[in-house]
């Protein structure tokens, strides 16, 4: 019982991961919490649905253009709203609370614009990726898809891997989130790669979607899940990509576990009980480096 | 300067004063009705901007004080006999305490871990309100008589208008003085430089604290005054929607101007029904319209409507100066 | 013999940097002791120490006989302690009054916030006046309204020397005072200097890189270089001392 609700955690855990990676790599590069992400998510799902129901797609067609839809979304979000309010400066510093709430905006607009829609009254669920009778390990049972879940995740974790530190672009974005204004100056066009940021990390949330569209029942609140994303990323240490995915896999095992210790009730308040909870006790999270203070 | 109201200021209050006395007698029950709600989220936003206009502090754990509030004197009133004004005094001060609880570590965050920590706390206070069944009626909520105070009967839509309105006078006039105040000035110091206010004397963590149980104890009068009208209260109105709803009307009013923030529920609060009025309702879309008004009124006019208006009418006054072109954004660069 | 304001052999590291080595030095009351030395050699760094901004992990700090380094960095000021700040830290949202009577914070007394009364009347009228006196002494009462972040950079500067003139400092640590200042300006700074030195008796410690303004108006002089004292004495000793020219490399040193 307890190891079929660890297995289980550790599948969950894995899109929350996915999901901490995608608010990890925004604040590394604009120091912003994106509190639209959640929406992606859902933005994705919908999607993927409406492309398999109504315009019969086959399954990978329909990932590319779902999660190719939220990675523009994500893209087009940052080069008008957020560039416009940043403007001229190198560093989100000052201009952090306006573009936070900016994301609360976006975040509520893609629910309200959803929820307009009849269609999404009532509960619906994407098709699974892999299908077919579930696997079995000894007492445990694995559904194929959450099968498919695990390695996905890998193999994003391996592509950002290899992205972030073999490729020149992958280096140039890092460099653009240590120091903006060094990065500046040595010629990497930093608009460009704030934009590029917000792209990568809306097409991670829209990978979510696709994943979480079967497993969770899709409906234009779905987008809460970013809380699970968040408490993912700062369990892990707000900056650090190794600790997303440890702090989803710890958050997805520790969230089922209070569902059995505890009562399926608390389950839902567990994300924000530990987001409180870590945020007191250590701020830096599990691999999280110390918050720079500023030179007088 | 810093002793007094202005004259217009002063007026402002009478008027609101006056208008509680005069507006039930001219006005049908769903105009006071809605009249009450915006009254009531005034509270709430003068009470938010104090802590996000005045002391920077980019918190979001309002609504869990609200909750309080509300819980508190329908609590007081119905199971303990204890008077509304006293109720309302007990809660808030209740509100108060965990704002100051909230505040200690929260002083210690900075600006998103700040926001993060704080949201989660509503969230969880939200939990509280909708699981603790013996004390708040869990997800079916708490049913409460109107209070009687000294003998004047609320609970109608007439009745309670006049109570409401001149709280909110009150309320008003309490911040208005607080603003201008010494302290009104410590929490705009820490807002602009930490480092300047520490050089000068200010202990800048001890002002976060205070500035946290403030706008925890105007959220909590403002529960309280949710009593005088509503007679049901459930955890669904304690949520981040409201919080939300709250936080537009702030930043479209102009956040650090309790004006503009009396402008931004005005402008706000009144376009549901706007909506609703519309010859197909499009009260299905306001979810999305509040979203993108706030988008879009950070992004052009992060000044608020206050500050567009502002410079065109009336000259420079006292208290933590703002000018219209400086807002929750960045301080405008010096000349170098 | 116990000075008036004596450091006393502190060191600072950041991580693993030796910021400020075994550094000491002591003012006489009234004196305008300048810190010079090039960049990077510590010198905002010792400021900080004074204010309380961060700690060094040995040595002592005194002013007058208290122990400074006891203290948090609130209540620097209220010992005494005033400071202008290098990167030009101001409340640029609040008004040049305001700013002031920020620096006065800590001798306005406390009155009932969310109401008026009649000690309230009085003490902010109090605390006004004496914010426009000091607006008066640095020729910036005409901008009185005027929010801090609009002012071109000399007043600004100004400012900020009269925010720490309004926490009434018996020991004044000045942090590049004519940075960025023009000729004009400079000698403004130069003759206000020496009148508050006089006038109100002060004590100046002055960081500096501007070398005409520490030749004319220091009393002593203390060269720091890569966080160790290399020299100390008056300003025409410290001009010809070869371990000064050889850290300026031999330029500014010839003012």
Known sequence: ?296 | MYAELRASELAGLLLIIAAGLALPQILPGYFLYTGNSLMTYAILAIGLDLLLGWSGQFAFAHIAFFGIGIYGTALLESRAEVPFLLSVAISAAVAGLVGIAIGFPAARLRTVYLALATYAFAECAQWVFRTWDPVTGGPDGLRFRPPVIFGYETGSDQSSFPVVALILALAIGAALYLTKSKLGRQMCAIRDSEHVATASGIDVRRTKVIAFAISAVFAGIAGGVYTLFQTFVNADVLGVSQLVTVLTMVVIGGSGSIIGVLLGVVVIGLLPELLRAMPQSLLVWQEFIYGSILVLAIVFMPQGLWGLIKPRFIRRTGGCGRTPAQSIRAPAEASQ | MSAFFAIDDISVRFGGLKAIDHFSMEVRPGEIHALIGPNGAGKSTVFNCISRFCTPVEGRIRLDGQDILALPAHRIVASGIGRTFQNLELLKRMTVLENVLIGQHVHIPRYFFFGPSPKRKRTEAEAVKSAEAILEETNLAKYRDTPAGELDFGHQKLLDLARALAGRPRLLLLDEPAAGLRNREISFVDALLLKLARSHGLTIILVEHVMPLVMSVANKVTVLSFGQKIAEGTPAEIRRHPRVIEAYLGSEAHA
């Open chain 1, 1 to 296: 019982m307890i190891f079929q609700a660890v297995l289980s955690g550790i599948v969950m855990g894995c899109v929350y991961a996915l999901i901490a990676l995608s608010l990890v790599i925004i604040y590394k590069s604009t120091d912003v919490v994106n509190f639209a992400a959640g929406e992606f998510v859902m933005i994705a799902a919908y999607a993927g649905l409406l492309l398999l129901d109504h315009l019969s797609l086959n399954y990978a067609l329909m990932v590319v253009l779902s999660v190719g839809l939220v990675f523009v979304l994500g893209a087009f979000f940052e080069r008008t709203a957020l560039n416009h309010i940043i403007g001229f400066r190198y560093a989100a510093e000052a201009a952090l609370v306006p573009m936070v709430v900016a994301t609360i905006g976006l975040s509520f607009m893609l629910k309200g614009a959803v929820r307009v829609i009849p269609a999404t009254e009532e509960v619906l669920r994407l098709p699974p990726l892999f299908s077919g009778p579930p696997l079995f390990f000894g007492d445990l049972i694995l559904q194929r898809q959450d099968l498919g879940i695990v390695g996905v995740a890998i193999l994003v974790m391996v592509l950002l891997s290899v992205g972030f530190n073999l490729t020149a672009t992958g280096k140039a974005l890092r460099a653009t989130s240590q120091n903006p204004r060094a990065a500046a100056l040595i010629g990497i066009p930093v608009k460009r790669m704030r934009m590029m940021a917000w792209a990568v990390a809306s097409g991670l949330a829209g990978i979510s979607g696709i994943l979480l569209g079967p497993k969770l029942l899709m409906t234009p609140d779905m987008g809460s899940v970013v809380m699970m994303g968040i408490a993912a990323s700062i369990v892990g240490g707000f900056t650090s990509l190794i600790g997303c995915v440890v702090g989803g896999i710890v958050l997805g095992v520790v969230q089922n576990l209070v569902g059995i210790f505890i009562s399926p009730q608390a389950i839902a308040v567990t994300p924000f009980f530990i987001i409180m909870v870590v945020l007191v006790v250590r701020p830096n999270g599990l691999f999280g480096e110390a918050m720079r203070l500023k030179k007088v």
